[in-house]
Every structure is written in C-alpha cells, then in structure tokens.
C-alpha cells in the first residue's frame, strides 16, 4: 500500500512506552460479546447457579495455565498480573453478589456477571491513585472471560501477527499484550483505552516496545493494513503518513536505535555534565519484571518500587511473609543498587478487607497514602515489619507519601522504630539502620521544606501531584488537564525552594514523578541541581545524553532567563525552542 494512497490521519493519544515505531496494522477485534438477558423460573435457579460455578472452575483453569506459560516464557513477575485475575474469581464480592442476584432477582448468569463487574468498576472511579484506577479494565477482563465461557465461546483465540505488525484494539488483556510481546514480531501497539500505568504500558516497557495507550477511537479509525508510524515518547500516531512524515520517522527511528546503541555501551558511565555536576539516573517500577530492563538502559537503582500492586484485587491485605518475599526479590535482583521502597500510597476506599466502600467527595484529598496508614496501623505496621526484615537482602531505602507536615513525618518514624524495637526482641535478622526519607509533593510540604529537611534522610518530589495541588487542577480532568503545566513559575519556585532546603541541610533531593524523565526538562532540573532522577528504562538514554553533552551553568542560565518569563505558556515555549536547538544538534 502506497503511503499517500489515502489521506493522513494524525492521532494523539499518551506516550506509555517511549520509542518509534513504523508497521501496519493488525486490528485486535476482541468485540465484547453481546449479553443474553434472561428471566428465570423459580425451577431454574439452582442449575443457574451450578452453571456459573462450572465458568468460573474453567475460567480459573484457563488462567493457571495461561500464568504457567507466562511465567515459563517471561519469568515469575510477569504471572503475578494473571494470578490477580485469578484471586477476582474467588473474590466474595464478584462470586456472592452474583450468587444472589441469580437466587433474588432470578436472572441469568450472564447478566448477572455484568451488572456485578459495571458496580465493580465504579468503585474504582473513586480512587485517587492512577495505578489503581487502571485496574477497572482488569475487572472487565474477568468479566467477559467468565461470560465467555458461560455461552462456550473460544477466550484464548491464538493470535498469528505478520512481521513488524503495529497492534491496535480498543483495549488489551494483559495476557493479549504479555504473548503478542514476547513473539518478537510486534513492532509497537496502540490502543484507544489505558494510561501510563495500563497493563499495556507497564509491558511495552519491560519489553521496550513503542506503545501509545489512551488514543481515543484509534481502533475504529484505522483500518487493517494500514502503514502506522507512532512516537511512544509524544503519544503521537501518523495513519498512512506521507513521504515526507515517513522520511522524519524512519530518521527519529535510525537516531533512537543510535542512541539505544550508545546508550548500551555508556550505560555504566555516569551522567555527569561537562563541567562535573553528577546526577544520578534510576529507575520506577510497578513490578519486578521491569528490572532487567532498567539494568540493560543503565539505571543506576531504583528511585521508586509502587508497592500498591501487591493489594491487587484481593479480599485481605498481603501477608507480613508475601510482602517481604517481594522486597527481598527485588532487593536481591539489584545486587546492591540503591533501591527506594514507598509504603503503601492506596485511598481509603480500595484497601483489601474493606466491604463498605463510601464514596469520598474528593478522594485525591481525603483519606489516602501516609494519611490512611496512621488511621490503620496495623496494615502500616505489617508492611513496615516486611521491610524491616527484608534490608537485610539489599541496598533499600524507604520513603513516606503524601507527607503533609512534621507530625505525619515523626508518627511514621515513630511507628517504624517500635517494629524495628519488636522484630530485635524476638531475635529477628535485621539490616542496618537505613535512609528514611519523604515524598513532596504537596504545597504544604514545599514551603516547609526546611523544616521537613531536619528529620528526613531524603527528599524525592512527586511532581504529579505537587503540580495538580499546586495549580488546584485535576489532571483526570479532560475539561482542566491543558492547565497542568510542569513549567509553571509557581512550580519552578517550588522546586527550587525543595532543593535548596535539601542542600542547606545536607540530604539528597530527587525526583520521581513524570516529569523527571521527560527529555524537554532535563536542563532544568540540572540546573535546579537535583541529585537524582527517576525514570522508565526507555528514558534513561535520552536524559543520560542531554546531561553528558551540557554544561550545568549554561542549564542555569537557561533556567535564569525562563524564570524571568512569567506565563506557563512563555516559559514552556522559550525552554522548548532551547532544548529542540539542542537536541537538533545531536546526531
């Protein structure tokens, strides 16, 4: 198919997985299959019931296969994601609400599995954390594979991709994007739901496969066949560009493989700017599976481990053992690298064992990370015991979220000493003392920075967060997400007075959140003298690149001159201007 056969349509969507791709397309058709809704005689509700139990055996047998696979193919980690959809299938509150709407209101099991999964599904609209809003897809996942086999229909269909196929669907099981990965022949995937912490995302990044998730109606837009050129890095999709667009991407395409080459034989050299200022580039994980990734781009550790995803879809929260078998692999599988573990950052309303879900008025601000676990102790103290135990195994460090104030800080400390005092009683192995350190990423936490810097080993700012607090925007929002800006003078002047406070008290300052592996801001957060920056895997080459061919005190000159800028919109666009000069420069 010629390239300008048709008109060019351009789709934006977001960047999940960093890279460029160029393929046709293989459409995913994986149509939701239409639900029968029946009335039942009083006669056939205990067959119904015996008919449901029959698709969930099968549905659970299906899956511990499907995780056999995975995990023989891609290692443990990877079967973690299917083993949550197996635990949903157990989950008293999928299995008895269905239960009784079949004996109640005599329906179907179909229809029942339905409205079961679409109550399910609003209760995560009401939680604050990305990650787990996500996982309202792996409800729906569970659902029409149960409603699949309830109707004998085929759930795991083979998929036979041609070569350099670019994937599009509406959506993907993370058992679809697990197997389509690991064939080799997915050259990137696109998709019209899903986030940066869609299971999509998280394994397009594992595998650095180009991926761009959340593009709208890219599934009923694009046709089979069609030639698809996608930045993973801009969330940017060309259907059928033209030979010019084309020309730029298969260049963009040459220059990434260039700089993935460099970035292989430079990944043990430090990122350390022409005139000696060191920084140093780690990595964000969701799952263990992340990290061989991490090592082969060349983090230097691990900035943040999200421990959330061990509360996945269960009825009680994980064990003391579960947690710390997870810390100790993760520990183990860095082999000394600084790893930074954040305690659980959930809401109130989805935490394990919780059956009355009250739907808060303003869950990013309620009841929610260091806040929820002072109101649940013991929840806070079976994780802290797991860490305890688990330094033992590792380089670990572990920070706080959403810390407010002194008082959170002290009441958390305060809690980890009298385990650590209870675990040394009982003659329990423990590490040595490690780094205790914050999240900032309130406005409250920013102003008092100094203060904070006293009694915290470490500073790591969450910009998502502190910008969305900062600018009192929700960045969920469609109708608000284009005032969230990382260049905001009000949030360089945070940032700046959060690095100062680190420096005037002689503790280290990172950063984790999105902004720190994004290419356009990385002389500004060399020049606001970070010590630390934490990324996806893909990122690090391009931020390791931009920082070893500068000069720290031209970054500072750069970031004189936007500060003295006053819209978002000047600064953004006088920094862009720069760093395309620059990176236009670079081979």
């Not at 949550?84 to 009784?100: G, I, K, Q, S, T």
């Not at 109606?217 to 969330?235: F, H």
């Not at 790893?339 to 109130?348: A, F, K, P, Y």
């Not at 309303?349 to 109101?375: F, S």
Request: net charge negative; hydrophobic share 40%; proline share 5%.
């Amino acid at each position: 198919m010629s390239s300008q056969a048709t008109p060019t349509l351009s789709l934006k969507g977001i960047g999940a997985s960093p890279g460029v791709a160029v393929g046709h397309a293989y459409i995913l058709d994986r149509k939701r299959v239409r639900t029968p809704k029946l009335r039942l005689a009083e006669a056939e509700v205990d067959p119904e019931r015996m008919r449901m139990k029959t698709a969930l055996d099968l549905s659970d047998r299906q899956l511990s296969e499907l995780k056999e696979q995975i995990t023989r193919s891609e290692g443990p980690e990877h079967g973690l994601i299917i083993e949550a959809h197996r635990l949903m299938l157990h989950d008293p509150m999928f299995v008895d609400e269905v239960n009784r709407l079949i004996v109640e209101d005599r329906i179907n099991a179909e229809w029942a599995v339905r409205r079961v999964a679409r109550k399910l599904k609003h209760l995560f609209d009401n939680i604050p954390d990305e990650y787990f809003r996500e996982r309202r897809s792996d409800v729906e996942y569970v659902a029409d594979r149960v409603v699949r086999n309830l109707m004998g229909q085929v759930v795991d269909e083979e998929v036979s991709l041609p070569d350099h196929a670019v994937v599009v669907a509406h959506d993907l099981s993370p058992a679809d994007t697990a197997m389509m990965a690991r064939s080799g022949r997915v050259a990137g995937f696109v998709t019209d739901l899903g986030g940066q912490t869609s299971h999509t995302a998280i394994v397009a990044r594992a595998r650095s496969t180009p991926a761009v998730v959340g593009a709208g109606r890219a599934s009923e837009q694009i046709s089979p066949g069609d030639l698809v050129a996608l930045d993973g890095t801009r969330g940017l999709v060309l259907v059928n560009p033209t030979e010019d667009q084309l020309a730029l991407f298969h260049e963009t395409m040459r220059r990434h493989a260039e700089m993935e080459a460099r970035a292989l034989e430079a990944k043990d050299l430090p990122a350390q700017s022409t005139d000696g200022f060191r920084i140093r580039l780690v990595g964000n994980i969701e799952f263990p599976e992340e990290i061989s990734s991490l090592l082969s781009h060349g983090a230097e550790g691990i900035g943040l481990y999200r421990t959330e995803f061990m509360f996945l879809d269960r009825k009680s929260p994980p064990t003391e053992e579960e947690q710390y078998r997870a810390y100790r692999q993760v520990l183990e599988a860095m082999g000394g690298r600084p790893v930074t573990i954040r305690t659980l950052d959930l809401g109130g309303d989805k935490v394990p064992g919780k059956t009355k879900h009250e739907k808060e008025p303003n869950p990013a601000m309620g009841l929610r990370a260091i806040r929820y676990c002072l109101a649940n102790r013991e929840l806070f103290r079976v994780q802290l015991r797991a860490l305890l135990r688990a330094s033992v195994h590792g380089n670990m460090r572990m920070m706080f979220p959403l810390i407010c104030g002194m008082s959170e800080l002290r009441e958390a400390r305060s809690e980890l000493e009298a385990c650590r005092t209870e675990l040394g009683r009982a003659g329990v192995p423990l590490g040595k003392r490690f780094q205790v350190g914050i999240m900032v990423e309130t406005p409250s936490a920013a102003l008092i920075a100094d203060r904070l810097a006293q009694e915290a080993d470490f500073f790591s700012v969450g910009t998502n967060d502190l910008i969305q607090y900062s600018l009192a925007i929700d960045r969920q929002n469609r109708d608000v997400a284009y005032l969230y800006k990382p260049l905001h003078l009000s949030v360089l002047r945070s940032l700046k007075n959060i690095v100062s406070a680190a420096k005037s008290a002689g503790i280290p300052v990172a950063m984790c959140g999105e902004m720190a592996g994004d290419p356009i801001y990385a002389l500004v957060l060399l020049a606001l003298g970070f010590d630390e920056l934490s990324m996806t895997a893909g990122q690090i080459p391009t931020v390791k690149g931009i920082i070893r061919e500068s000069s720290r005190a031209d970054a500072e000159q750069l970031l004189e001159t936007a500060m003295e800028l006053t819209t978002a919109e000047e600064i953004e666009r006088f920094i862009r201007t720069e760093m395309d000069r620059r990176l236009g420069e670079q081979p």
